[in-house]
């Protein structure tokens, strides 16, 4: 199983809002509708912020949104602020009872 | 609160074996799969497989078949990945988290560990 397509970095300024892609396959992505988003901090460990692909956690905050068509999800961040400066992983099932991560995206907040 | 807790950073030679505990708190430990991450210095998450906590059954990710073993001890709420025949590349975080699917959210993980070093190094 072949790790979903993230671009490496993305960056954006303080109040703007950025996008960031995941890119899978039809045995993935394409296929089940519960792309799950993650946000990690330097030497911390990975925070649940979207679930099922558009649903946040209790306690998230709503500047987080995402959603997902055909093979490709996006995690959407508006609004930035210095706290967002993260690296952010999708997931997804990928069918047999197996999942698989993105290579992660290093989110810059200018 | 909800919440796992991993065991302490290791140091082992190559050749050695490691067993990374998880314990869990706060919650019914047989209702939520747990699952194993892997993640090498500076590198990505990787899914290493996934353990059902209530028929004790694993499953195991490409690549971590062989020497990669998940178990449980449900006395003591604890997930374990012990890992035999230790290489170099098995220096990594090893997190384990719980899958909350049947509790709320389908195929995402809720719950975190604070994740273990394992150092593997003559």
């Known amino acids: 199983q072949s790790a979903l397509t993230q671009p490496a970095s993305v960056s954006g300024s303080l109040g703007q809002s950025v996008i960031l892609s995941c890119t899978g396959t039809?045995?993935?992505?394409?296929?089940?509708?519960?792309v799950s988003w993650y946000q990690q901090h330097p030497g911390k460990a990975p925070k649940l912020i979207i679930y099922e692909g558009s649903k946040r956690p209790s306690g998230v905050s709503d500047r987080f949104s995402a959603s997902q068509s055909g093979i490709t999800a996006s995690l959407i961040v508006s609004g930035l602020q210095a706290d967002d400066e993260a690296v952010y992983y999708c997931c997804s099932y990928a069918g047999r009872t197996t999942w698989v991560f993105g290579g992660g995206t290093k989110l810059a907040v200018l | 609160q909800v919440q796992l807790v991993q065991s302490g950073s290791e140091l082992k030679k190559p050749g050695a074996s490691v067993k990374v505990s998880c314990k869990a708190s706060g919650y019914t430990f047989s209702r939520y799969a747990i699952i194993w991450v892997r993640q090498a210095p500076g590198q990505g998450l990787e899914w290493m497989g996934w353990?059902?906590?209530?028929?004790?059954?694993?499953t195991y990710a490409q690549g971590f078949t062989g020497r990669f073993v998940f178990s449980l001890d449900t006395s003591v709420n604890t997930a374990y990945v012990q890992i035999s025949n230790l290489k170099a590349e098995d220096t990594a975080i090893y997190y384990c988290?719980?899958?909350?699917?049947?509790?709320?959210?389908?195929?995402?993980?809720?719950?975190w560990g604070q994740g273990t070093l394992v150092t593997v190094s003559s």
């Open positions: 988290a719980r899958d909350c699917s049947g509790g709320g959210c389908d195929d995402a993980f809720d719950v």
């Open positions: 353990i059902n906590t209530n028929t004790g059954n694993p």
């Open positions: 039809s045995g993935d992505i394409g296929s089940y509708k519960t």
